[in-house]
């Protein structure tokens, strides 16, 4: 995504009064009605954004929110970009660079996955330490623009470790069960075989999932504070593996989403 692609959508947005944000929010799988705990003082629909990319995902609506949340102003995501969808890395990621230009320091991001790690069950959540990029592209792949960020970004602490810290506190304070781990992105569409599930395992994956890695990295990149939480939708054993239907991964992320609203509401009071 080019320079000028982003300015006139920086334009667009500035224009409308929209920057000033504090917090940026990726409302993935399991956090979507966390909306409901935002005071809204302007919501823009993604289609009306110059450049902006178009959610075809059913569960995702596909707008930015602004307004407050916990005493700090945010601009909510409601709806993000797959790789599985069509788009590039760099569309994935543009609006993670569109909020960074509207001011935040933090994103909070949140997704579905699937437990690889079998002492970890459906319906709980797991603070993401790491992940294993197996998607097929990077979003910084290209000609690096070196006011964006430099070209060989160190990533060596991919989610901030103060965010984190203050995440397990909170969980063990409104004793909230969160683990830790390890998600593994992969392309999708489709959920893995038994013989995949094995093989992320192997390479040290604890859940798998098909998204939040490009958002990650491009955070990274600009050097915004970040931290990651996966809704454990479905339990990925190569031995006894079922057949998962869509109604019921959103099923299990419904049941954990109170927690993660806590846990996200409490972090952004603490920031």
Known sequence: MNEKALNETLSFLKNKGLDRAEVGIILGTGLGKLIDEISIEQTVDYADIPNFPEATVESHLGRLVFGELAGKRVVAMQGRFHYYEGYSAQQITFPVRILHQLGIRFLLVSNAAGAVNLNFKKGELMLIKDHINLLPENPLRGANIEKWGPRFPDISCPYNQQLQDKLIEIAANENINLHRGVYAAVPGPN??????????????ADAVGMSTVPEVIVANHVGLACCAISVLTDECDPENLAPVEIPDILAQAAKA????????????TSL
């Open 191 to 204: 959920l893995e075989t038994p013989a995949e599930y094995k093989y992320l395992k192997i390479i040290g």
């Open 257 to 268: 989403e109170p927690q993660l609203i806590r846990l996200t509401k409490k972090l952004i």
